[in-house]
Nanobody
Framework: QVQLVESGGGSVQAGGSLRLSCAAS????????MGWFRQAPGKEREFVAV????????NYADSVKGRFTVSRFNAKNTAYLQMNSLKPEDTANYYC?????????????WGQGTQVTVSS
């Protein structure tokens, strides 16, 4: 079993920054991919960013490109989401997820989420 724990959420004014962390622990494994998603009240969960462990390649939702940066610390199976120039519309519960194999499209494990609130 793998556990994911997010941290770093909080409240910030528009234009501010936050850095989220996602630490994976449990059975010995190497992530194939770690993704960040978010869900605002009354809305569906949406993709934010992803990083592939093998080559550090990344991808972002259009709404966060140029403002958010995803990175990883390989030795600790930890991923980060640096969020700059935050906007009120970034307010949501942010989740990380890990995909342990290259097969299929579903993520295998999800964290409990961390709340990000951006005030105008």
């Amino acid at each position: 079993q793998v556990q994911l724990v997010e941290s770093g959420g909080g409240s910030v004014q528009a234009g501010g920054s936050l850095r989220l962390s996602c630490a994976a622990s449990g059975r010995t494994f190497r992530p194939y991919r770690m993704g960040w998603f978010r869900q605002a009240p009354g809305k569906e969960r949406e993709f934010v960013a992803v990083i592939n462990w093998s080559d550090d390649s990344t991808n972002y939702a259009d709404s966060v490109k140029g403002r958010f940066t995803v990175s990883r610390f390989n030795a600790k199976n930890t991923a980060y989401l640096q969020m700059n120039s935050l906007k009120p519309e970034d307010t949501a519960n942010y989740y990380c997820a890990v995909k342990t194999t290259p097969w299929g499209t579903e993520y295998n494990y999800w964290g409990q989420g961390t709340q990000v609130t951006v005030s105008s």
